[in-house]
């Protein structure tokens, strides 16, 4: 016999999670992989603390999902599900508040204000309060690329969120920040494609901020909490590869800002 | 649509949803498009000749544009993760073949057994999700030659569909092609009729 039986200690003492283990795999994200001469199979996210060989015992810590603070984040989508607006067409944006592409309940809005760029200076937007939801409306006569960007300012927070919307069939190079506060930017604006990396710098003030947590997550997900952590390198670029249909967001806090960027894709 | 959609989005949309089986069909068709100097099949000048009926044959129809309807994919019920591509224009062909356990791993296995849960809890689709992000980087990154093993095959195509006549079931009063019906009794059936 040379199976075992593993053993979970969830914080009160050694409970047996599997029997009959004869496969123990660790994965990344400390996952350990398991399957027993039954053929059931689990993925638990522990750590390997003891092996006692002789009586056939696994005995695993459980890693506890670490709580991220859940912090409320603005973020803003075109109106279409077609990736773009085409030209004479209504360009409506969509203001969300909530976390994880999840918009929150009866969300409360102070102080917002929202902006695009234009001939090198940001000009002002109405926003419209409709059935509850804010809505961007900016008109039939849009062409090209446009960035956008709202904020919220609540006591000593801020929330911004920003978007590249393209108006018909354009490619657009040369585009620049908007300069906000706390910025994610893409480094290379194209079409943005499933089962290709994505790049995206974070800037303060305009500088890039090496080290920072940028947290990526995708319409519908059915996480919990975002499902993608980068960390920016010394340029403060990070990566992603887009393996889900429809929008992206990405997200990310310093001091007492959160900004967020809004990454439209048309499939 | 309004742009050419990449072969990845065209497989995806034709396939209905994202997994491992289409992506490893996904690289198979754009393999054979390498291998072969050929694009998109418009009518038939491209083959396929695909060894199994899974996920990765709706890669093969999307992107090649070798489709059951069509008449120029041809299905042989082997098992086997291996597709063979003719051109008939350049006159080659080329037969691919997955690397035995070139995918495998916890990953897969675990996909497999969620994928053939009929009801996920929350968790298992959240697991799920992430398992099925984790296979499609690694099987879209991985090189050609660590999946498939290829060469080039002499295959003859078979011939170009035919359209043939449609006549009237005397039974069922349904129009049937001519080549598949019988006649019984000065009748003319169609295979369905012929069996009452």
């Given at each position: 016999m040379c199976e075992?039986?593993?053993?979970?200690?969830?914080?009160?003492?050694?409970?047996?999670?599997?029997?009959?283990?004869?496969?123990?795999?660790?994965?990344?994200?400390?996952?350990?992989?398991?399957?027993?001469?039954?053929?059931?199979?689990?993925?638990?996210?522990?750590?390997?603390?003891?092996?006692?060989l002789v009586h056939h015992r696994v005995m695993l810590d459980e890693i506890q999902e670490v709580d991220h603070p859940v912090h409320e984040e603005l973020w803003l989508e075109p109106a279409t599900d077609h990736g773009h607006f085409h030209e004479g067409e209504q360009v409506t944006l969509k203001l969300f508040k909530g976390y994880n592409m999840k918009p929150g309940h009866d969300c409360e809005f102070a102080g917002l204000k929202a902006f695009i760029a234009g001939n090198g200076e940001a000009k002002e937007l109405h926003i419209h309060d409709h059935h509850g939801s804010r809505e961007l409306v900016l008109g039939q006569e849009n062409d090209?690329?446009?960035?956008?960007?709202?904020?919220?300012?609540?006591?000593?927070?801020?929330?911004?969120?920003?978007?590249?919307?393209?108006?018909?069939?354009?490619?657009?190079?040369?585009?620049?920040?908007?300069?906000?506060?706390l910025e994610i930017f893409p480094t290379d604006y194209s079409h943005a494609r499933m089962g290709e990396s994505y790049e995206i710098q974070v800037l303060q003030q305009g500088k890039p901020v090496p080290g920072a947590e940028v947290r990526a997550t995708f319409a519908g997900t059915h996480q919990k909490d975002y499902p993608h952590r980068l960390v920016t390198n010394d340029e403060g670029k990070a990566r992603l590869f887009l393996t889900a249909r429809g929008n992206y967001l990405f997200s990310v806090s310093a001091d007492e800002?959160?900004?967020?960027?809004?990454?439209?894709?048309?499939? | 649509m309004c742009k050419n959609m990449p072969p990845l989005e065209l497989a995806i949309q034709f396939h209905g949803h994202i997994c491992p089986g289409l992506l490893i069909g996904v690289r198979?068709?754009?393999?054979a498009q390498k291998q072969l100097g050929v694009g998109q099949d418009n009518d038939e000048e491209l083959v396929a000749v695909v060894e199994n009926d899974n996920c990765s044959v709706d890669a093969i129809q999307a992107i090649l544009g070798c489709t059951f309807g069509k008449g120029n994919l041809v299905f042989k019920d082997y098992g086997k993760n291996a597709w063979t591509v003719i051109s008939r224009n350049a006159g080659r062909a080329v037969r691919i073949a997955q690397k035995f356990g070139s995918t495998a791993g916890p990953a897969s296995d675990r996909f497999r057994e969620l994928a053939g849960k009929p009801n996920l809890t929350q968790d298992e689709a959240?697991?799920?999700?992430?398992?099925?992000?984790?296979?499609?980087?690694?099987?879209?990154?991985?090189?050609?030659?660590?999946?498939?093993t290829w060469q080039e095959v002499s295959a003859v195509p078979p011939e170009r569909a035919r359209i043939r006549k449609t006549v009237r079931c005397d039974l069922c009063g349904e129009g049937v092609m001519e080549t598949r019906t019988s006649i019984r009794d000065g009748q003319t059936?169609?295979?369905e009729c012929q069996l009452k």
């Open positions: 075992a039986n593993v053993y979970i200690n969830r914080g009160s003492g050694d409970e047996l999670l599997m029997e009959k283990v004869d496969r123990i795999v660790p994965g990344e994200d400390q996952s350990i992989f398991m399957e027993n001469i039954f053929g059931e199979r689990k993925v638990i996210k522990a750590r390997i603390r003891e092996m006692e090209g690329l446009l960035q956008v960007w709202a904020e919220e300012a609540e006591g000593n927070h801020r929330r911004l969120a920003s978007v590249l919307v393209e108006v018909g069939h354009h490619h657009h190079h040369g585009l620049k920040p908007a300069g906000l506060d800002v959160i900004s967020t960027f809004t990454l439209v894709k048309s499939f | 198979a068709a754009e393999l959240a697991e799920k999700e992430a398992l099925i992000g984790e296979l499609f980087e690694r099987i879209m990154s991985m090189p050609a030659e660590e999946i498939f059936l169609c295979p």
